[in-house]
């Protein structure tokens, strides 16, 4: 992929490796056959080829990214399953990684997104505040056509946790262990 930043731009170790990255991709397209997103939505901007040209357009530009940019940088998993197909190599997780702190350094978010964004970052990794935050979303089932519209699909994911908790406060996972989840 041809690049135009400048050189002052280049003078930014992160820019450089950025760049590397992007002029590695062929554009080929093998990693949209395994995006999720892309495969769900169809949407071009929505697979890695496409979100590489608007990290590009991004990162060249150094302005604040607009809001149908950052919409389709968020959707994106991380999942990195378009790295494992990609035959160039483009090492897509750093990219998308330097493009959320571009994101996070530029791009003003409105108020309710960053309270939701900061409540899901200190709820979901902590196994008790999650079963606390689960246990309320199933209380709160009832009412969620009085709720923010980015709150209904939280809601709509709660469930009723089956069977004990064990002194973490998890719920064990029904049958027997195939395996261990990092």
Do not use: W
């Not at 002052?8 to 080929?28: G, K, T």
Request: net charge positive; hydrophobic share 35%; glycine share 6%.
């Amino acid at each position: 992929m041809r690049t135009a930043f400048s050189d002052d731009q280049r003078a930014d170790p992160a820019i450089r490796h950025s760049e590397a990255i992007l002029r590695a991709c062929v554009h080929c397209g093998f990693c949209t056959a395994t995006c999720p997103t892309y495969q769900l939505l169809g949407d071009e901007l929505d697979g890695p080829r496409g979100r590489i040209y608007l990290i590009k357009d991004m990162l060249e530009s150094e302005a604040p990214p607009a809001v149908s940019t950052v919409t389709h940088l968020d959707r994106c998993l991380t999942c990195l399953a378009c790295a494992t197909t990609c035959p160039s190599g483009v090492d897509y997780g750093r990219l998308i990684d330097r493009a959320r702190v571009h994101i996070e350094k530029t791009h003003a978010r409105p108020s309710g997104e960053r309270s939701l964004r900061e409540l899901v970052v200190r709820t979901v990794p902590h196994p008790r505040r999650f079963a606390l935050a689960m246990a309320a979303g199933v209380l709160a089932k009832p009412f969620k056509n009085l709720m923010s519209p980015k709150l209904r699909p939280f809601l709509e994911a709660a469930t009723r946790p089956r069977g004990p908790a064990d002194r973490h406060g998890l719920y064990p996972a029904k049958g027997k262990p195939v395996g261990r989840v990092a």
